[in-house]
């Protein structure tokens, strides 16, 4: 089992590492080719679309051997990476490349709910936490170092070597990944392909709507992409570089320490997963609101001497605990619905709350980005909203689960004796 987990690791961290190469390479190609943000914003907005595809991707993961389903993704991944080799310097050119980003991203939708729900089959549930910890944090560091060194390899290679050498990682993670033994059990499919597969989708989300554990947590990781996660994404640059004045140097520090902070989190989750529960998770949140509102309040001594020290020192004192939170709820809610959820159910049920999850994460970003659209020199009054709308989802917390039978719990400690 470890060797099929390392299998499983190393193959997700070697295609993680490839993708974010390759839509770093195409990004800076896109903007160096039009200059025009706008463009650029388009695209990005269009390959985030295929999100909504997870579920089928779920479905599929179900009924197919995992391991194939992963080859399969990372030779698609390859094959693609070559057509985009080819589009490059053609005339319609950035329409081309909007559209295979858009194919990308459809595999790559189809490859979380694959992998997440492999996990339970390679190790034993009451190491969910550690595993999935690990698993995260491996990948979240793969995409921290991706863009630092594509951004060197792009200038020292060209896009078009950048691109084509992508390949190499994805077949590389095929190779990887074909050398897994994930256990699978097929399944007739009665009434064909299509008729199976589109009644399967509809019993996962009737699963999610009748469980009442399963429905609130997904709804508990949708909120925390619409509130912290996407505060971190678009309000932490603001406080960095218009509040805290940040240069260059600073801003590279800050947000890698943010960003540091969400790996530790997930590398900790095994240990602090053992003093969660769903009657405490909402104690989570609150905790975070409150942080944020210390922040909230170092924030106003910047300006320049001493106070732009303490305010930097609160930043930090309060912004990495949050960024460490934030990795435990999500890491604690997936490994929790991992444990409860059936074996033939898992790709369904973890694609339901991915896609939940990742659609959240626009809408937050959209409605951080209009409370801090006046910003100047102060965020207090802004801030304070998202402080509030982050209590209200504590509460919102402690009501659902204040009667919940905690049954991940108890299997917990069962499955540990």
Not at 174 to 197: C, D, H, Q, Y
Not at 252 to 268: D, K, N, V
């Amino acid at each position: 089992m470890k060797k099929n987990l390392l299998f499983l690791m190393l193959g997700q961290v070697i295609s993680v590492f490839g993708g974010a190469i390759l839509r770093f390479a195409l990004s800076l190609y896109v903007l160096d080719q039009t200059g025009r943000a706008d463009i650029f914003a388009t695209i990005l907005a269009i390959s985030s679309i295929p999100v909504l595809f997870a579920p089928i991707g779920g479905v599929i993961a179900d009924r197919f051997n995992r391991r194939n389903l992963m080859v399969m993704m990372d030779v698609a991944n390859a094959v693609l990476a070559v057509g985009l080799y080819f589009v490059l310097g053609m005339d319609q050119a950035i329409v081309l490349i909007g559209i295979l980003l858009f194919v990308l991203s459809i595999v790559g939708s189809f490859d979380t709910p694959v992998v997440t729900a492999s996990i339970p089959l390679l190790v034993e549930h009451k190491d969910l936490e550690k595993v999935n910890g690990l698993v995260n944090s491996v990948l979240a560091l793969s995409n921290v170092a991706a863009p630092i060194i594509g951004g060197i390899l792009y200038s020292l290679m060209g896009v078009e070597t950048l691109v084509i050498s992508t390949t190499v990682f994805f077949v590389l993670a095929a190779a990887v990944e074909s050398l897994l033994k994930i256990p699978f059990e097929k399944r007739p499919m009665e009434n064909g392909a299509f008729k199976t597969l589109t009644k399967d989708l509809k019993e996962g989300f009737l699963d999610v709507k009748n469980n009442r554990v399963i429905r609130n947590a997904v709804g508990i990781a949708a909120l925390i992409n619409f509130s912290l996660s996407s505060f971190f994404v678009v309000g932490i640059p603001i406080v960095l570089r218009v509040i805290l004045n940040a240069n260059d140097s600073m801003y590279g520090i800050g947000m890698a320490m943010i960003s540091l902070s969400t790996i530790i989190g997930a590398l900790m989750t095994g240990y602090f997963s053992k003093k969660l529960s769903l009657k405490t998770l909402y104690m989570t949140f609150l905790l975070s609101g409150i942080l944020l509102m210390v922040m909230n309040l170092g924030l106003l001594f910047a300006g320049s001497g001493v106070g732009q020290v303490v305010s930097w020192i609160v930043f930090f004192a309060t912004g990495i605990p949050i960024g460490m939170l934030m990795s435990i709820i999500s890491v604690y809610l997936i490994s929790m619905i991992q444990r409860i959820t059936p074996k033939h159910n898992l790709g369904k049920i973890m694609a339901i709350i991915v896609g939940a999850s990742q659609c959240a994460m626009p809408i937050g970003q959209m409605v951080v980005g209009l409370l801090l659209k006046q910003t100047n020199n102060q965020v207090f009054f802004p801030v304070t909203l998202i402080v509030i709308i982050i209590v209200l989802i504590s509460v919102w917390c402690f009501q659902l689960f204040k009667d919940t039978v905690d049954t991940d719990v108890q299997y917990r400690k069962k499955t540990s004796v």
